[in-house]
């Protein structure tokens, strides 16, 4: 298996733009997460979803972003409109079933907000 | 709120020494830890885990230790290796808790020729 796929893998954009990060899971996984990473915060959870239907989005920061899960194999987060203090490694990861299987973290997407 | 802690940011240890990396928690519902390696540009690699009902457990080269008293969690690496610099993060878990992982802030490992 070629673990968990992200795309793409460095993103630079201007604040007020779009901007869409992309997540294929490992197949027959059926939770996946995305999370962030800085070196302020660390790692945060930002949302998780079993089944493709969100559990736990309370990790969302604001309105300017929203993710889904059309099936089980895409997931996309979006921020709209960007910002600076958005710049950060976004991370997706996918288990089994839940969080208290093991979570296999892909290679990250490297966002700059300028 | 509660959250996962770790003691010291950086370690540093010379080449087949023994290294420790230690962990604080303080979500005494918590009762599934995991341990994760990060090496630089890549995302977390699941090392280990360990679950409430357990003190110890053992891998290849780790062992990881859960003092449930003191709410305390510690990796072991033995005869450590160029390759196992990196940061490494505990984790936690509440069981049936529908929140993922809370992650520490993480040890960065330095290992010295």
């Known amino acids: 298996d070629a673990g968990v796929i992200q795309s793409p893998r460095h993103e630079v954009t201007e604040m007020g733009q779009e901007v869409t990060l992309r997540c294929k899971p490992i197949s027959g996984h059926n939770s996946l997460f995305w999370y962030r990473q800085t070196m302020m915060r660390g790692l945060e959870l930002l949302i998780y979803?079993?089944?493709?239907?969100?559990?736990?989005d309370s990790g969302m920061p604001e309105d300017r972003f929203s993710a889904k899960m059309p099936n089980a194999s895409f997931s996309t987060l979006k921020i709209q409109p960007s910002e600076p203090r958005d710049s950060a490694v976004y991370f997706c990861?996918?288990?089994?079933?839940?969080?208290?299987?093991?979570?296999?973290f892909g290679p990250g997407t490297r966002l700059l907000v300028l | 709120g509660e959250s996962v802690g770790l003691h010291l940011p950086t370690l540093s240890v010379q080449e087949g020494d023994n290294s420790i990396i230690n962990c604080a928690y303080s979500?005494?519902?918590?009762?599934?830890f995991i341990w994760y390696k990060q090496e630089s540009g890549k995302g977390p690699q699941f090392i280990i885990d360990?679950?409430?009902?357990?003190d110890k457990r053992q891998g290849q080269r780790v062992t990881v230790l859960l003092n449930k008293t003191v709410k305390h969690l510690s990796l072991q690496i033995a005869a450590t290796q160029p390759g196992d610099s990196a940061v490494y993060f505990c984790?936690?878990?509440?069981?049936?808790?529908?929140?993922?992982?809370?992650f520490g802030k993480g040890t960065h490992l330095i290992i010295q020729p």
């Open positions: 990861a996918s288990s089994f079933m839940g969080s208290q299987e093991t979570q296999y």
């Open positions: 979803f079993n089944n493709n239907v969100p559990i736990d």
């Open positions: 979500n005494s519902a918590s009762d599934y």
């Open positions: 360990i679950r409430s009902n357990m």
């Open positions: 984790a936690e878990n509440i069981q049936g808790g529908a929140d993922g992982l809370t």
